[in-house]
């Protein structure tokens, strides 16, 4: 049963200092007493969120404890960007924690094989350093996953961020990701969701210096009953800065997809470019998207754009692939592939991940 003493003894099994005890033991309070979020968005747009916190099974926790998370950085930053929500208190509550530091001038590629039941990774990147992580967000017997990264990035560094998650289609998963962006530094996103019965996935960076930029890329692929609720943000709070949001999915049987993007531009801001845009390929008459984009934009002197498509295979496309030969069904993966080649060549994708792409379309 999950409660404050269940908390006390996990912290205590992992030798883990008072501090980052009394944080867990604050995040579960707020979990407690926070409402549960609405997926309610205007009058039509509603997602079905119907896991029951009564019914959380809560899995062995692991006991080990790593060296760097009791550090004085670990410490300083702990959480400092986490949203504070119910989703992310209940991850901050009980997460294992991984503590990734690039140094001055380092250059480090990182696999992260996120199979916890609950993650908090932290990241901070000294400047001019590069990071290159891959993070695999695997199935396991859970009925829920909870997952937070946050990222501190220092001026002149670059940090290439690709997070995939194909999890039971039994499971409800809530992923956070989030990036305080310095002067001139870059966070590449490549967010890609394939699995959960319901998937809820927020990627914020904040722009905080001068001549920051980041890419937020996304991929959905959904089939059978699954939701999912995908949320992208930038933030510009200084001059010069630059985002590109693009979200590419598609769905089919009932699935069910809800895009939701801003863009804000800050008085501050001035001369900051800021795009943001969602495709969508509806594979059945019973498969639903939505998108909703905004921008707040509070400085003249900017360009900010925002676009949305959602509909179904051409007919003439299906038609002149038919003809030459292709079954219905050959024709309709070939052009889904060609839908999200667009994107991939944006991103330097491992092999294996294009791979379990191109099966999830079949």
Known sequence: MLNAEFIKKLSAERKEPAWL???????????SSLPLQSFRYGLHIMLKFDFDFEKLEIEPQPNTSDDSVISEAFKENYAKLVKQDKFSALTLA??????????????????????????????IAEP????????????????????????HAAENTEINFISYQRLSKETY????????????AK??????????????????????????ATNSYGIFLGSKEQQFDLYAEAIHAAEETKSDILMKGALKDKAKALYRGLIKIEPVAAKSD???KEEVLLLSEDAEAD?????????????????????KIDDEKLFYLMSRGLSRREAEKLIVE????????????????????????K
């Open 173 to 184: 998963c809530v992923t956070s990701k989030v990036a305080e962006l310095q002067k001139n």
């Open 274 to 276: 800021g795009y943001q």
């Open 291 to 311: 998108a909703i984009p905004n921008l707040e934009i509070k400085n003249e002197d900017v360009r900010c754009t925002h676009g949305a498509s959602i509909g």
């Open 94 to 123: 009980l997460a294992t924690c991984k503590f990734l530091h690039a140094k001055e001038n380092e250059i480090l590629d990182i696999n992260l094989n996120q199979q916890d039941q609950f993650n908090h990774t932290l990241i």
């Open 187 to 212: 966070v590449n996103w490549l967010d890609i969701t394939l699995g959960a019965k319901f998937a809820k996935s927020d990627v914020v960076s904040l722009l905080k210096g001068k001549g920051a």
């Open 338 to 361: 060609g839908f999200f080649d667009s994107l991939l060549q944006k991103v330097n994708i491992q092999n294996e991940i294009k791979s379990i792409l191109l099966k999830k379309l």
């Open 128 to 151: 001019n350093s590069q990071l290159n992580i891959i993070e695999k967000i695997k199935a396991n017997s859970s009925n829920y996953r909870g997952n937070i990264v946050e990222i």
């Open 21 to 31: 005890l009394h944080k867990r033991l604050e995040a579960f309070e707020r979990f």
